[in-house]
C-alpha cells in the first residue's frame, strides 16, 4: 500500500484533526526556517492548507510506520516503566471518607474493544502512533470487570442496564426501574413494583441531582435516573396504548417534573424536546402539555434553554437544557449546530450542581457511542467516546477527588472487533498494513490481503448494515477513510446489535477501592450508595 494515500484523502478527515495537523506544519515548518535561515516565518493557514498534502502528510501526519520510526523503547526503559507502575500503586492509599459528590459517567455500548480504538484515536489526533496513549479516565487507580447481563436476556439493553446501575437491582430487559418480576409493558400493580434510584434517595438527604446526556433525556439511560416505565418505549404519551394509560402508568417524559424524594432535579441537559413539547409545538405529546413550561412553573428559580450559547450564561437552581428534537448530533457532526459539547454540558452542571453544600449526584451519558456502532460506524462512535474521554479530563479539573467519586463506566458492549496484525500506528480506520519477510529475508510493510485476495480493515462487526450480499467488495484506503463509511460485518442485520461481553468499570475518589475484580452491574450502585453514605447522611 502506499504508505500516503489514505492521508492523501484529506476531505475525509474531522475538522478537529486537520486543526491539529495545521498547528503542527507550522511549528515544525516556522521552526525549521529559523534554525535554517535565522528568521521567523509565519506561514498563513491557507497556505499551509495548500501545503498539506504535498509536505505534511509525508512529514508529519502518516501514522503507518516500520518498527524504525517510532520509540520502540529498551529493556531498561520497560523495566524502568513497569517498576513505577508497581510503586504508584504501593503509594495508593484507600480513602475511607464519605464522598460528598458521586460522578458517574456511562459510555452508552462503550465495550472493551471500543476503548482501545478510541484510546489509539484520541493518540493519532494528537500525532501518536496512538497505542502508548490513554483515555483520561484509564488512569485511575482501581478498576473492575462488569457483566451486564438482564436477568431475562444474556446480551442486555440500556434500560435494564441502567436500572442496575441506578437501582442496585437487576432487572429484566427493556424496563425502566422496575422489579425484576415485573414483566415488560405490564402496568397491573405497578405501584408495588418500582424500585427506588440513587437520585431519590439522594434528594431525600438534600443532595442536588442532575443529568446529561448526548442522547434524549427520556431514552432509557437518563430515563433510569428520575423515571419508572415497565417498558423504555413509552417515552411520551403518544408512545403509550390508551389501556397503559389507564391502568396508571405514566410515560417518561411527565416524570423529569417530579419531585423525587427532595425538590426534583436541579439540571437536565441533552436531547429529545420532542418529548416534552405538544404536537401543536412541533413536539409529540398528544396530551396538549408543554413540559418545558411546567419545569419553569414547578420549581423556584428555574430555567429552561435551547441553545450552547444560552448554557454559558444562564443561572438557575432548576435548569432544564434540550438542545435538539430527538438525539443531540454525533461529535463528529457537531460543527454548524447551536448544540454543546458533552464537555461543555458536563462543566455546566458540576458548576450548576457545586452551589449545593450537600453535595450532589451527576450521571453523564456519552449516549451516541451506541448509535454510531448500531449503525454500523466505527468514525461516529469513535469520536464520540474520544469527547467522553476530554469530559472526564475537563472534569479532573474542576473537581476535588478527595471528596468526590467518580465511575467510568459502560452499559454494554457491542459486536465491535479489531482484526488483523496491523502495524503500530496503522491508521484506525485505515485498511490493514503488517510487518512481513520477503523471500530475502528483509521485513517489508505491506498491505495485508484475504483469502479472497482483498484488504481488509482493523475494525468491523460481527453484524450489521454493512454486511453486504455475494462477494465482498475491494476496499482502497479513499473509501474506508470516508466519515460516512461502514465497516464490514458478516452477519446482515438492519441494526448491528449489543455484544454480551464484561465492561469495564474506572473508578477515583473515596471508596473507589470498592471497584475491583468482576462484579455483577448492580455492585455499581452500591459503591455509589456506600460512599455517599445514604442511610446515615441527614442522620
Known amino acids: 500500500m502506499n504508505k500516503l494515500s489514505y492521508f492523501l484523502h484529506i476531505d475525509s478527515y474531522d475538522k478537529q484533526y486537520i ?10 515548518v516556522n521552526t525549521a526556517a529559523e534554525r535554517l535561515f535565522g528568521i521567523d516565518t509565519k506561514f498563513g493557514e491557507t497556505l499551509v492548507k495548500s501545503l498539506l498534502k504535498t509536505v505534511a502528510a509525508i512529514a508529519l501526519i502518516t501514522p503507518i510506520a516500520t518498527s524504525a520510526d517510532f520509540d520502540t523503547g529498551t529493556t531498561e526503559s520497560w523495566t524502568k516503566a513497569g517498576q513505577d507502575a508497581i510503586k504508584e500503586r504501593l503509594a495508593d492509599k484507600p480513602n475511607t471518607k ?71 437491582v437487576k432487572t429484566r430487559i427493556g424496563v425502566i426501574n422496575t422489579a425484576p418480576t415485573h414483566m415488560q409493558a405490564t402496568c397491573d400493580n405497578i405501584a408495588d413494583n418500582l424500585v427506588t434510584p440513587l437520585a431519590y434517595k439522594a434528594e431525600a438527604a438534600g443532595m442536588a ?61 441533552g436531547g429529545g424536546r420532542r418529548s416534552f413539547k405538544p404536537v401543536s409545538e412541533g413536539g409529540k405529546r398528544k396530551d396538549g402539555r408543554d413540559l418545558t413550561k411546567e419545569w419553569v412553573s414547578t420549581f423556584n428559580n428555574a430555567a429552561y434553554i435551547e441553545t450552547a450559547a444560552e448554557l454559558k450564561s444562564v443561572e ?12 443531540m448530533s454525533f461529535e463528529a457532526q457537531r460543527d454548524g449546530t447551536e448544540e454543546p459539547t458533552l464537555t461543555e454540558m458536563t462543566e455546566a452542571a ?14 453523564v451519558e456519552a449516549g451516541r457511542v451506541d448509535h ?31 471528596e468526590t467519586l467518580i465511575l467510568v463506566t459502560a452499559d454494554h458492549s457491542h459486536v465491535f472487533t479489531m482484526a488483523g496484525y ?21 521485513i517489508k510493510q505491506e498491505l495485508t490481503l484475504a483469502k479472497d ?20 467488495p475491494h476496499l482502497t484506503a479513499e473509501e474506508v477513510a470516508k466519515p460516512d463509511f461502514k465497516q464490514q460485518a458478516l452477519v446482515p442485520t438492519r441494526s448491528e446489535t449489543h455484544g454480551g461481553e464484561d465492561v469495564g468499570l474506572f473508578a477515583i475518589g473515596p471508596w473507589s477501592h470498592l471497584a475491583k475484580g468482576t462484579m455483577e452491574q448492580n455492585v455499581v450502585y452500591h459503591i455509589m450508595h456506600h460512599a455517599l453514605d445514604l442511610d446515615n447522611r441527614n442522620k
Not at 402508568?249 to 425538590?263: A, E, N, S, Y
Not at 460506524?377 to 479539573?397: F, G, I, M, P, Q
Open 19 to 28: 486543526k491539529r495537523v495545521i498547528c503542527r506544519v507550522n511549528m515544525v
Open 98 to 168: 464519605r464522598a460528598k459528590n458521586v460522578i458517574l459517567f456511562v459510555g452508552d455500548g462503550m465495550g472493551i474493544s471500543t476503548l482501545t480504538a478510541a484510546r489509539i484515536l484520541e493518540g493519532q489526533l494528537a500525532g501518536q502512533p496512538g497505542e502508548e496513549n490513554f483515555l483520561s479516565f484509564e488512569k485511575f487507580p482501581h478498576t473492575a470487570l462488569v457483566k451486564t447481563y438482564n436477568v431475562d436476556s444474556q446480551v442486555a439493553d440500556s434500560a435494564g442496564t441502567a436500572s442496575a446501575l441506578n437501582t442496585g
Open 209 to 269: 441531582t442532575g443529568i446529561v446526556s448526548t442522547a434524549r433525556l427520556t431514552h432509557a439511560t437518563p430515563a433510569a435516573v428520575y423515571a419508572h416505565s415497565p417498558l423504555r418505549e413509552w417515552e411520551t404519551d403518544a408512545d403509550m396504548p390508551t389501556k397503559a394509560i389507564e391502568a396508571g402508568c405514566r410515560d417518561i417524559g411527565q416524570q423529569i417534573i417530579d419531585k423525587i424524594g427532595g425538590d426534583g432535579l436541579e439540571v437536565a441537559l
Open 316 to 327: 438557575a437552581d432548576h435548569l432544564l437544557g434540550l438542545f435538539s428534537s430527538s438525539h
Open 350 to 363: 458540576i458548576k450548576a450542581l457545586s452551589k449545593d453544600e450537600d453535595g450532589y449526584y451527576l450521571m
Open 372 to 402: 454510531g456502532h448500531h449503525g454500523g460506524s466505527a468514525y461516529l462512535a469513535l469520536h464520540d467516546a474520544v469527547e467522553l474521554s476530554r469530559a472526564v479530563k475537563r472534569t479532573l479539573e474542576l473537581v476535588d477527588t478527595e
Open 422 to 442: 496491523p502495524v503500530r500506528g496503522n491508521p484506525i480506520f485505515g485498511l490493514v498494513n503488517s510487518l512481513n519477510r520477503d523471500e530475502n529475508g528483509e
Open 453 to 472: 485476495g482483498k484488504p481488509y480493515t482493523t475494525l468491523g462487526y460481527h453484524n450489521g448494515s454493512g454486511a453486504v450480499k455475494g462477494e465482498r
